[in-house]
């Protein structure tokens, strides 16, 4: 039986939904308030399911992360979320940041083997837990163009601003002073509940301006902040504007071509807003967990492009270990879903947070672009008691090929390395 708030909640959604309809056409049309892009091709009609004859699974993985002091299996700490870092002058050489929360963070190569730990009481003013990252390229610094990363850093509920060294495979932090602890304020709950946890990046093609989105844990608040150059050769945040859903979210996502911001709302589903600081706060609903086509909680998200705003958007489905994947263009089709199973060397992926994908070949072990997933439920096990409950405590990040996701799906999706570089501007 649906409920009364329920019923209530359903028919509010459905009205938001339908006015953001209105209002991404009216904006898209007006230069002032929305990217300006060609007009994509329509949603394909058909619907593609996996291929069940075709399974995929991971080609390399990152050790052992173990969310228990003293067990000597591993670096201590909870893999969370990880983002893909292209190499500028070898692909083969191109690495990902990996936050592992209260344990730090660390830079992999694609063997999954680790070239850098961050501590995450690493000297740095207000250094902490790490939840979420993400990166972007030529960020204007100084007098030249830098690629960045930015995570949110948990205890202290507010954001590291990292630069990115292609050369030595390591992330220095330029973060400025004006950063200061509690950043967001208006995110606790009576000054104890709540701090900076999910986090995307955002480049807009239209001012070439860098934000930064940051949602809260415990709230459905958001935060939209710009990045400005300090100065000092550190890079600062303001706020630009806040969005709001009802309950708590975490993984987010932005098109820096299409300029859409996607949020999942653990609980409920997956959201949509237009990127643009300007552009308002309503948002549309493309897809519920439990009654549609993802089971809660609504995790990490990613989105693979091709050409003429063609691509994927792939949606952590945690509550059934798999990723649904949906158009990138329209009214964002929903396709298929898919999962990372077992080989004989490395295990599958379950409970899955945060994920990354990338279409342009990374050497020859991933010519065709690779997804990195977070594996919650990471092989051998290491059982510790949770509230009377035994869980796994063993996490890690497993690499996936791109082709080997494309081809799973009947029809299959496109492979596309060379239509899209996110060193360049679209």
């Not at 060609?38 to 173990?66: K, L």
């Not at 694609?110 to 790490?130: T, V």
């Not at 995110?187 to 989105?213: C, H, Q, R």
Request: with cysteine; net charge negative.
């Amino acid at each position: 039986m649906i409920s009364f708030s329920s019923l209530t909640r359903w028919c509010g959604v459905l009205c938001a939904s339908s006015l953001v309809t209105s209002l991404l056409i009216t904006s898209c049309s007006d230069s002032s308030s929305s990217p300006t892009t060609s007009n994509p091709s329509p949603s394909p009609t058909f619907t593609a399911t996996p291929n069940p004859d075709t399974g995929i699974v991971a080609q390399a993985e990152t050790p052992n992360i173990i969310d228990a002091d003293g067990s000597g299996l591993g670096r201590v700490g909870d893999a969370d979320d990880p983002a893909i870092y292209i190499h500028p002058g070898d692909p083969s050489l191109s690495f990902f940041l990996a936050t592992f929360k209260e344990g730090g963070m660390a830079v992999y190569d694609l063997a999954g083997n680790e070239l850098q730990f961050i501590d995450p009481d690493y000297g740095a003013p207000n250094s902490g837990r790490f939840n979420n990252v993400d990166l972007r390229y030529n960020f204007p610094l100084g007098g030249e163009n830098v690629d960045i990363a930015v995570a949110t850093e948990r205890n202290n509920n507010t954001i590291r601003i990292f630069r990115i060294d292609a050369n030595a495979r390591q992330i220095i932090d330029i973060t400025a002073d004006s950063v200061e602890p509690n950043l967001f304020p208006d995110f606790l709950i009576d000054n104890e509940e709540g701090a900076s946890y999910g986090l995307t990046m955002y480049k807009s093609p239209i001012s070439g301006k860098f934000f930064v989105f940051v949602n809260s844990n415990d709230r459905g608040d958001i935060a939209q902040l710009e990045l400005f150059d300090n100065g000092d050769g550190t890079i600062g945040a303001t706020r630009v504007r806040t969005l709001n859903l009802p309950t708590q979210c975490e993984g987010m996502v932005t098109d820096d071509e299409l300029g859409f911001l996607y949020v999942g709302e653990e609980d409920f589903g997956l959201w949509k807003f237009l990127a643009e600081p300007e552009a308002g706060t309503t948002g549309s609903l493309i897809d519920t967990a439990g009654g549609g086509n993802l089971e809660a909680d609504v995790e990490g998200l990613s989105i693979y492009y091709t050409s003429a705003g063609r691509g994927y958007l792939l949606v952590s489905s945690q509550g059934d270990n798999t990723y649904a994947v949906y158009t990138r263009e329209g009214g964002n089709s929903y396709l298929g879903s898919f999962e990372i199973e077992a080989s004989e060397a490395i295990d599958s992926v379950e409970e899955s947070d945060g994920s990354d994908v990338i279409n342009v070949p990374l050497g020859s072990e991933f010519p065709f672009g690779a997804f990195v997933a977070h594996d919650g439920g990471n092989e051998p096990e290491f059982l510790v008691d949770d509230d009377g409950e035994l869980e796994n405590a063993n996490s890690n990040f497993k690499i996936v090929k791109w082709e080997d996701i494309a081809n799973s799906f009947s029809p299959p999706l496109e492979i596309d390395p060379s239509s899209y570089d996110p060193r360049q501007e679209f």
